[in-house]
């Protein structure tokens, strides 16, 4: 029994072809996949993957996994089938929680399980993802979504966790001040986590025109860095004072800059960007005043639960940033999110009518 899936092979190597279908093992479920969200690190393995330590030849240390590999770490659908021992029922909705942990590094033995020193993701660095359409994964990273919350709002569930732990880093408060640098998909989910968190007082600066409407249209505040003053923004949001935090989403070493003489006394800097070169910083800006400076990483179990309950609460609104396309479409969606265009984009999963036949027939048996 085949299945339709998006496999990368290698550098700039990407194809979609018919794999089997993958059955259930004990302990574990096969989820027929509704959307799987492109990410920068699918950019990454697509155009760069010895960066992320992907290889045909050396197996990750953690999933023991090898190109080729079906991409889609950013995922949601639902239960199709179930293993021995999994007392879950089929027909369940759900996010799936796709990172991988060696539980032996020191950020393992902390409870940093995110920040792993072999840190894997399914759907990147092991068998199987969430761009094809049915994937086996282990039970424990089924995240069930409740009502109101579909399959499509649940791929974005993964992005938005990467947001959320960015704010438990810049530990927030209801009465914090903040700034988001960079009004990208990352960017975007930082504003809805501080807004579900209380936060009243959040400007986004973004220098692109096409990108500060829409946030402009999702309801916040924003400002243009490179023909108005920033400064006198943040002044007037603090009264003078500075943000009590800033998240770094652009990733841009000007941007890094600019935003440190932003911070109050004992503000802080999370920084959520991964970048590709260095930056000059002047450590006094930090000495004085107390100011700090925190790196973020994915995110823990909780801020998905976090997040699947502000999506049910209402908060994220998903309009205008957001757009789907089908499996086919996946080479033209990667060259316009390479070139900077676009936002959000899902690639829709779902199996035909034949597939979903064939594999019920193949998973009779199951469990």
Sequence with gaps: MSMKAVVLHGKEDLRIETVAIPTPGPGQVLIRNGYAGICGSDLHAIFAPEALGLSATEPHSVTGSTLPQILGHEFAGT?????????????????????????????CRKGRENACARIGFHGLSSDGGGMAEFTVVDAYRIHPLPDGVDVKMGALVEPMS????????????????????????????????????????????????ERRALLTNLGAAVVDPV????????????????????????????AFQSTLPLLAPAGRLVVVALYERTVDLQPSLLALGERDIVGTMAYLPEDFDAVIQAMASGVYDFTGWVETIGVDDIHSAVERLRSGAGAKILVSAEASRDTTTAAQENLATVG
């Design 162 to 209: 990467v947001a959320w732990h960015a704010t438990t880093r810049g530990e927030v408060t209801a009465n914090s001040t903040a700034l988001i640098v960079g009004a990208g998909p990352i960017g975007i989910g930082v504003y809805f986590a501080l807004k579900a968190q209380g936060l009243t007082r959040v400007l986004v600066s973004e220098p692109s025109a």
């Design 227 to 254: 023909n108005e003053d920033l400064q006198a923004r943040v002044a007037e949001l603090t009264g003078g004072h500075g943000v009590d935090v800033a998240f770094d989403a652009a990733g841009a070493p000007v």
């Design 79 to 107: 239960i199709e089938a179930v293993g021995e021992g999994v007392d879950i029922e089929v027909g369940v909705r759900a996010a799936i929680y796709p990172t991988y942990a060696c539980g032996e590094c020191p950020a």
